[in-house]
C-alpha cells in the first residue's frame, strides 16, 4: 500500500472517496489545502472527506547502502517508476491544454467575424445616413469626398503633420520669451482704451489674426465681418448660410463655421471653398501647426479635417457624442475635442485613434492646449471654473476658480497667461514655471462671451453680449 503522490508506504494513510486512492495524510492535506481537489482524477474534494485507513505503525526500512549492483538496480527501477508518472501527468497536462486553447481559438474566431460584420454594418449604416442628410443639402462633389472613419492620413498629409511636429517639438520647451512680450506688471494695468460700436446682439465667436489688426465678428444673421482696429471700419463682409458659430483666422485666410454645418474658406473678401461634411451644427474649429490643415467639430458627432492647400476634405472621425469644441496639440500629432457627455477626447490624428480620456462634471464647451505642449485648459457650461490638465500624467492638477461664469479661454503664445472671459468680466491667470504658482494680474469687469489676445499679448479683445468689441491696453 503505497501513497500516490509520493509512492512510498505511508506513515499516515487515508483514502479519497473520490478516486479510492490511498495518501499519505499531510500530504494530501496540502494538496487539497491549496487546489481543492482529488489529486488523481480531479474532482472537488475536502479534508473532511478523507477516510482513515487504520493500519499498524510501519517501520522504515533501513536505506540501502548502494554498494551492491542488485541494490543499484533497485534504485535505477524507483527513478525510472517515478519518471514514467511524470511524464504521464506531463501528457495529460499537455492534452488538457491543447483541448482548451482550440476552444479559445474557435471563440476567437467566431468573435472576430460577429465583430467584422458588426463593423461592417455599421459603416454602412453611417456612410447611407451621411449621405442623406448632407447630400440633401450639398452637391454631390462635397458628398463624394466625404470620408467616414478614415483608417489616418494621406501619406502627403502625414508626412507635413511628421515634419512639424518633429521640427516644433525639439525647441518648444527651451524657446525663450520673444522680446517685447507682455509682462505679468503690464497686463495688470490694462484697462478699456476703445470700444467699437454693436456689431450683432448674439455673436459668439472672436478671431484676431496674426498682426492683431484685423478681428473676425459675426455682423448679422449668417454674415461676418473683417474689422480692422487701426481703421475702425469693416473692410470685407463674408456671407454663410446660418447663424455663425465659429470663426478663424488660417494665416491669410477666414474659415467661418455655421449652425447648417457648412464650413467656408474666405480670401481677400472671396469664398474659395465650401464643406458641407456635417449633418448637424458644425460647432467648433481649430488650426493645426502647419497653418494649412483645419479641424471642424459638430453635433454630428464627429471631426473633420480639411486641407486648404488643396481645398478638400482629408477626413472625417466619429465619436460616440456630439462635440462641442476643438483644439490642436501646439506640435500638432494630437487633436482635443470637448464632448457634450462630459468628456475631453484626445485623438492621434495620424491614426484617427482615440489616445486618451478626461473626465469633467459637463458639457466641455471650450478646451485650449498650452504653447508648451504640456497643459491642457478646460471649461463646462456654466461653470466658474478653469480645469488644467498634465498631458503627461493625463491628471487634473489644479482647477482654477474665477468667482464668476466663464465663456471663453485663450493661452498666449508663451504659456504663461491664460486669458477667461464670461458676461459678468474677464480675468488673466498667470502661471509661473520657476515657482509653479499661479496668479491673478487682472481682474476686469469689461464683459466677454469670448476673449483673445493681440499682438505680442499688448492687448486684449473681448466681445460681450451686444456683439461690441472692447479693447484693453496699459493706460
Known amino acids: 500500500m503505497l501513497c500516490a503522490i509520493s509512492g512510498e508506504a505511508p506513515q499516515e494513510p487515508v483514502v479519497s472517496p473520490k478516486s479510492g486512492s490511498v495518501f499519505e495524510k499531510r500530504l494530501v492535506e496540502a494538496y487539497i489545502a491549496e487546489n481543492g481537489k482529488d489529486p488523481v482524477n480531479g474532482e472537488e474534494l475536502s479534508t473532511e472527506d478523507l477516510i482513515e485507513v487504520k493500519t499498524q505503525r510501519v517501520v522504515r526500512p533501513r536505506p540501502p547502502t548502494l554498494t551492491s549492483i542488485p541494490s543499484l538496480l533497485s534504485v535505477f527501477q524507483e527513478e525510472w517508476d517515478a519518471l514514467a508518472l511524470e511524464t504521464y501527468t506531463l501528457r495529460q497536462t499537455l492534452a488538457q491544454t491543447r483541448q482548451e486553447l482550440s476552444a479559445a481559438l474557435y471563440q476567437h474566431d467566431a468573435a472576430v467575424r460577429v465583430i467584422a460584420r458588426l463593423t461592417k454594418e455599421r459603416d454602412e449604416a453611417r456612410d447611407a445616413l451621411s449621405k442623406v442628410t448632407v447630400g440633401a443639402r450639398s452637391s454631390g462633389a462635397a458628398a463624394d469626398a466625404m470620408q467616414v472613419d478614415s483608417a489616418g492620413l494621406p501619406d502627403e498629409v502625414l508626412a507635413r503633420v511628421e515634419n512639424t511636429q518633429a521640427s516644433l517639438s525639439k525647441t518648444r520647451r527651451k524657446r525663450p520669451v520673444p522680446e517685447g512680450w507682455a509682462t505679468g506688471e503690464a497686463i495688470s494695468a490694462y484697462k478699456p482704451t ?46 454663410t448660410d446660418g447663424h455663425v458659430t465659429n470663426v478663424l483666422w488660417a494665416g491669410e485666410k477666414a474659415v467661418v463655421a455655421s449652425s447648417t454645418g457648412s464650413v467656408k474658406v474666405f480670401e481677400s473678401g472671396k469664398e474659395i471653398a465650401n464643406f458641407n461634411s456635417h449633418a ?196
Not at 498682426?211 to 473692410?235: N, Y
Open 194 to 239: 476703445e470700444s467699437t460700436d454693436a456689431f450683432y446682439p448674439g455673436g459668439k465667436s472672436l478671431s484676431v489674426n496674426v498682426s492683431g489688426d484685423l478681428v473676425l465678428v459675426e455682423t448679422a444673421e449668417g454674415t461676418v465681418g473683417v474689422f480692422s482696429l487701426s481703421q475702425k471700419q469693416i473692410i470685407h463682409t463674408l456671407q
Open 280 to 475: 448637424g451644427a458644425a460647432t467648433g474649429l481649430a488650426l493645426h501647426a502647419t497653418g494649412d490643415i483645419v479641424a471642424s467639430v459638430g453635433e454630428d458627432k464627429s471631426y473633420v479635417l480639411y486641407d486648404l492647400t488643396t481645398n478638400g476634405v482629408i477626413l472625417q472621425n466619429f465619436s460616440n457624442t456630439s462635440l462641442l469644441s476643438v483644439q490642436f496639440h501646439p506640435d500638432g500629432h494630437l487633436l482635443a475635442a470637448g464632448g457634450a457627455d462630459g468628456q475631453i477626447k484626445i485623438y492621434d490624428i495620424k491614426t484617427g485613434a482615440l489616445a486618451a480620456t478626461y473626465d469633467l462634471a459637463g458639457a466641455v464647451k471650450r478646451v485650449f492646449f498650452s504653447e508648451n505642449g504640456t497643459y491642457l485648459a478646460a471649461v463646462t457650461e456654466n461653470s466658474t471654473m478653469v480645469s488644467i490638465w498634465d498631458l503627461r500624467s493625463s491628471k487634473e492638477i489644479k482647477v482654477l476658480e474665477t468667482g464668476s461664469q466663464v465663456d471663453s479661454i485663450h493661452w498666449d503664445y508663451t504659456g504663461q497667461f491664460l486669458l477667461t472671459g464670461g458676461p459678468s468680466g474677464l480675468t488673466v491667470q498667470q502661471y509661473s514655471k520657476a515657482s509653479k504658482v499661479w496668479t491673478e494680474p487682472l481682474r476686469s469687469a469689461v464683459p466677454a462671451v469670448a476673449v483673445a489676445w493681440g499682438s505680442a499679448a499688448q492687448s486684449i479683445m473681448a466681445l460681450d453680449n451686444d456683439g461690441r468689441i472692447t479693447v484693453l491696453t496699459a493706460q
